[in-house]
């Protein structure tokens, strides 16, 4: 899947997307570039919308994610790395939805082990990413 940012500001997004709790208001200034596509390796649910994550212009060693308001989808096509998965809470604010590779999917640890560097987490991220770049080249 392939997105192109058409906005980049929180002021830009709908209100249910601002939460100052999370860190997203009017003032966020997100690290994409209009008009720039963006390959997505995964997605969730999030205060009722979409949010992709991708490696944005400050891309380190992790994706980011990124509010779907943000973007226009140009290439429809799911990655054969990634399989769904749904952890359902006793509220709608903490029923867990996830698309991304099964390691990420099934482990709802995976992405604070990948952002607080943990080896096996980032190679398992490198390899994937590596392989659904390839995908849709």
Sequence with gaps: MKVRCIKNRGADLPQDCLRRESGFTEETEFGVVLGKIYTVYGFTLLFGHVWFY???ESYTYYPVWNP?????IVDHRLSAYWEFHLQVGTSAEDTRVIVAFPEWARDPLYYDRLTNRDKEAVEI??????LIDAEHA
Excluded: A, N, T, V
Excluded at 68 to 72: A, G, K, M, R, T
Excluded at 125 to 130: C, I, P, T
């Design 125 to 130: 991220f490198e390899r994937y990413k590596d």
């Design 54 to 56: 991708l490696c944005d």
């Design 68 to 72: 779907s308001p943000l973007f226009q």
